[in-house]
């Protein structure tokens, strides 16, 4: 004997069936048959079903059955995985099309929606008791949700707390953290003072800080962080700031004074405009090239007393051929040499390091580091050399 939904999911899948008969014979249009089709298999699957199940409907007549029936147990309690589940498939689904975030939060919510979707399913099937099954689920899952909720929660606070100190100016992050951190202060002396407080209080009181500090992350956030100056280093672009006299960014505040230390090379420019230096240990008579160690760092302290700001400059032979060498090519032109000469070549294809401007009178240290001895450069164009720019100073490096 067939139930009412049974006889009502047969006779719809009939009448799908037979509507997908009389609109393929009248319309000859593939589309609208697809979609009957599809309808009478639905329904047909659904009413072979009902017919299994026979509705779950039990005879009133059976009372051992209304006792022992699935139909008796106590209903499933409420869960709010499964809604989360969907905005976590929901979120997999946009970043597929958007953003690569999007994809990894969503993809996150996924999983951990359907993890505690799948541990309540299961501790609800563990006995009739929900005051049980609730014990079973918290034996499960609270080892693994308490350490991870709390590492989401430090996590996400001090996340907020760092956009909320780049949005801010410096001087006002201070001022800002200084009222925070009195403010927490104050609330643990009172939460200490009244040992009576309630847990739910106190457990409010602690809510409403993390969420306004996470409301604040958001919004300074969206905001965008404040501007921050990216200053200029000497290694970014070493072939403007090597080849000019003139003074840069970099070159503020740079320190003039350098102790004497021991085994430090000394390199003078005089008032002549020419270089002198000073090596530790005898120099051989006549020299006129200034010998360095190989594979090892060497301090060499640069003194300036040609009555001008002037820079040291190391060139240390061609820089390699790639994409910085070739945009500093093009940014210097074909037509434009900046202190290039006949026996170097244009100094934009050089591999260079520097001192910063060093003052009249003012002393800076540079330490250097040569990875080959000098012959392994048969063509003097390549060699080391030290030189001064916009003078004529200069002096050759032997690197045995």
Known sequence: MFTTGSKLLIGSSVFASVAAVVYGVTQNEALGIVGLVSAACALAFLAGVNVWAGDSNLSALDTAAIATSEASDDPPGASIWPMVFAVGAAAVLVGLVSQQSVFTIGLVILLAAGAQWAVQAWAESASTDSTTNAAVRGRLANPLEYPLLGAFAVGGIAYALSRIMLWLSKTNTIIAFVVLATIIACIAFIFAARP?????????????????????????????????????????????????????????????????????????????????????????????????????????????????????????????????????????????????????????????????????????????????????????????????????????????
């Not at 962080?225 to 090597?242: F, G, M, P, W």
């Not at 040291?312 to 040499?337: C, N, V």
């Open 196 to 400: 009576s407080l309630k847990r739910g209080a106190i457990g409010g009181v602690l809510t409403v800080g993390a969420v306004a500090i996470v409301a604040g992350g958001v919004a300074a956030g969206v905001d965008g962080q404040r501007y921050i100056h990216v200053y200029e280093t000497i290694a970014a672009d070493a072939a403007l700031v090597c080849n000019s006299p003139e003074e840069f960014e970099v070159d503020e505040g740079a320190s003039q004074t350098v102790s004497t230390k021991a085994g430090t090379y000394t390199i003078s420019l005089t008032a002549a405009g020419t270089l002198e230096f000073d090596v530790p240990g005898p120099v051989d008579e006549g020299s006129d090239a200034i010998s360095l160690r190989r594979s090892n760092p060497n301090n060499i302290v640069f003194r300036n007393d040609s009555g001008e700001a002037r820079r040291l400059t190391l060139d240390f032979g061609p820089a390699p051929e790639d994409e910085a060498s070739a945009a500093a090519k093009e940014g210097y032109g074909a037509d434009e040499s900046h202190g290039a000469d006949e026996s170097h070549g244009d100094k934009s294809d050089r591999n260079l390091t520097c001192t910063s401007l060093v003052e009249d009178g003012g002393a800076q240290l540079i330490t250097v580091k040569f990875a080959e001895p000098s012959f392994a450069y048969a063509d003097d164009a390549e060699a080391y050399r030290f030189y001064v720019p916009g003078t004529d100073a200069e002096i050759d490096v032997v690197v045995p």
